[in-house]
């Protein structure tokens, strides 16, 4: 089959960066699905592994986690997917990418593809409806849209730092569909500005400024919750200053010499979120990831979810994929970018 891959982590303007492969077929068994990939995303994630992992011997590594396909075998202890149907998923980073004709998935980490999407427009949501939802429910532990005493009491009040990328622009839409918070969304540009607007943030501001006076300007109150998808480090002091006691913070990327002491006295609490975390170390309630998928799935056929995909680069082939690996280490890309075999 044909796939994309590399031998050594270079630069991705180097020639050997990416490649065009030839790859035997795998082939599905236990709760494995074999899965005939139509179309992908691409995520930050793919160029950091590329970066960083090189493949431990002379096979090619491929990677990608995001991903449409058909169905096309299953293994003899599958329950919950059969030959024809067509899912969206993310995926075991500990196995072969998306990045080929071809995979091999655990049918506990698939949903059942939205059928008012079109297989580019689904391949954007997988990996960052998950890594959103834990963000928001899992984690921050927002509440569900409902009026109550407590949420009337205690207003829910959303910062999302770097909120014009792939998380972001999924998360801003379910935090304004799935509950009652007040949304306040970073952006630089003006085309990232409007993005945001678009996914559904009450308020705009730009953290290439300070954030401090920016969302005293706003006159919502203090923060409750923090969504931090980039350079967490450069404001944690900011977070902490803007959030009310026992406000909670979560992130994605890494911290560096931060001091935990200094979220002691307003009894903050900081999360992190992983995806991987249940397919890397096969948590107990791995069904979990599937669910969610089924969730976000449900929630785009009843147009309460849009698809988060930015530009479609073309057919799934190394000159593309560098492409998109280029804009995404630039930092500067807009939802999610996407290509289909």
């Known amino acids: ?64 986690w995001d991903a449409v396909g058909e169905v096309v075998a299953v293994g003899n202890k599958v329950s919950l997917f059969k030959p024809g149907d067509w899912v ?33 427009e689904a391949a954007a949501l997988p990996l960052t409806s998950i890594t959103a939802w834990g963000l928001m429910f899992d984690h921050l532990g927002l509440n569900a849209k409902v009026f109550d ?10 910062l999302v730092v770097g909120a ?44 290439r400024q300070p954030l401090i006076p920016q969302v005293n300007a706003l006159g919502v109150g203090r923060l409750s919750h923090v969504a931090s998808l980039t350079h967490s480090s450069d404001y944690m002091d900011d977070y902490i200053e803007l959030l009310a006691p026992f406000g909670k913070i979560a992130l994605i990327d890494d911290l560096n010499g931060f001091d935990s002491a200094k979220l002691k006295s307003k009894s903050l609490s900081l999360h992190y ?25 449900d929630l785009a056929n009843q147009n309460r979810l849009i698809s988060t995909i930015g530009e479609s680069l073309g057919q799934v082939n190394a000159a593309n994929l560098k492409k998109a690996h280029a804009i995404l280490e630039s930092g500067k890309a807009i939802g999610k970018l996407v290509l289909e075999w």
Not at 32 to 59: C, E, G, H, T, W
Not at 149 to 158: D, F, G, I
């Open 273 to 297: 979120e992983f995806m991987f975390a249940r397919s890397m170390h096969h948590a107990d309630d791995m069904e979990k990831q599937g669910w969610l998928l089924n969730q976000i799935s």
């Open 88 to 120: 969206f998923y993310a995926g075991d980073l500990n196995r072969p990418g998306c990045n080929a004709e071809f995979q091999v998935v655990d049918e506990r980490l698939v949903g059942i593809k939205p059928c008012n999407l079109s297989s580019a």
């Open 149 to 158: 005493k407590t949420t009337a009491s205690n207003p829910q009040v959303l």
């Open 164 to 207: 014009a990328g792939g998380v972001g622009s999924i998360l801003i839409q379910l935090a304004r569909t799935l509950t009652s918070a007040t949304i306040i969304a970073t952006a630089s540009r003006e085309a990232s500005k409007a993005w945001v607007k678009r996914m559904g943030a009450h308020y705009v501001i730009d953290h």
């Open 1 to 64: 089959m044909k796939a994309v891959g590399y031998r050594q982590s270079l630069p991705f303007n180097d020639s050997d960066a990416l490649m065009d492969i030839e790859v035997p077929q795998p082939s599905a068994s236990g709760r494995d699905l074999l899965i005939r990939v139509k179309a992908i995303a691409v995520n930050p994630v793919d160029y950091k592994i590329r970066q960083r992992v090189p493949s431990p011997n002379q096979d090619h590594k491929i990677v990608g």
